[in-house]
């Protein structure tokens, strides 16, 4: 990881959860790290306790809507100005709704679109030209997937959601091949959990807490950290190697 500390990473979805804990990890390796999201107190109060703990990196909170393109691309205008731009893309951010595809909300759908396809994309596109245009050819943009990206589970309130996870999976693909065309040596990967250990159960099943909660309590989880460290080891994998994706369970998932 030495050859990332003093560099600009940006992690999207950075308040809590995942995020929070890849935003914390990048840091304590040296990273300077801008930690965006819709409210920016929790990561106001992640990055004081990153400082008090002599961190070698720094993490940055930007306020920003990520269904709202035009917000994307001011905060990429204003790490351009303040930090030079990026080289380090973590799209963590992504939201599920319990929106079944016979009853569902059309609004719960485009949500879930807007900010688990389309504010990837975006973000993407954008961490390429800010590589491109300083000649960064060693950058690396990780796409936090999900194990619904992979299978299709008969659940019916995730099942948009897991179409949008799919479209994440080949857009990592259809990345890393548009990268190659380019003639670029910038990876591109994402990494695909089970179940994680988060707060995401109880926005997906906002109307049933304890269904939510016994999703936890079924079995060992992952933890936000484990999340972390395969992000860390992405990052640690030599320039000639390029993992393409992670997928990982809790060791007593079935499916």
């Known amino acids: 990881m030495e050859r990332w500390r003093g560099r600009v990473a940006l992690v999207t979805g950075a308040s809590v959860g995942i995020g929070a804990a890849v935003a914390r990890a ?110 960064i050819d060693d950058g690396h943009i990780i796409n936090i997937n999900s194990m619904n990206g992979h299978s299709v589970v008969p659940q019916s309130v995730v099942h948009f959601y897991s179409a949008t996870k799919y479209a994440v999976t080949a857009l990592t693909e259809g990345l890393r091949q548009e990268l190659r065309e380019a003639r670029t040596h910038i990876r591109a990967t994402c990494i695909s959990p089970g179940l994680v250990e988060t707060g995401f159960a109880f926005k997906l099943h906002d109307n049933d807490p304890e269904r939510a909660a016994a999703m936890y309590e079924s079995i060992r989880c992952l933890k936000a950290e484990d999340m972390a460290n395969a992000v860390i080891y992405v990052l640690s994998a030599p320039p000639h190697v390029q993992i393409g994706d992670i997928q990982m369970r809790p060791t007593e998932e079935v499916s």
């Not at 004081?48 to 930007?62: D, H, N, R, T, W």
């Not at 204003?78 to 973590?90: E, N, P, S, Y």
Request: glycine fraction near 8%; hydrophobic fraction near 40%.
């Open 26 to 135: 990048l840091v304590q390796h040296g990273l300077k790290v801008v930690g965006c999201a819709r409210s920016v107190d929790k990561i106001e109060k992640l990055s004081a306790e990153c400082q008090s703990a002599g961190y070698p990196g720094v993490l940055i909170p930007y306020k920003c809507d990520l269904s709202v393109e035009e917000e994307i691309l001011s905060m990429f205008s204003a790490i351009k100005t303040l930090h030079q731009g990026v080289d380090v893309c973590i799209n963590n951010a992504g939201l599920a709704r319990p929106e079944p595809l016979l009853s569902g909300k059309t609004e719960g759908w485009r949500m879930m679109i807007d900010v688990n396809v389309m504010a990837v994309s975006i973000c993407t596109r954008e961490a390429y030209q800010s590589m491109k245009e300083r000649n």
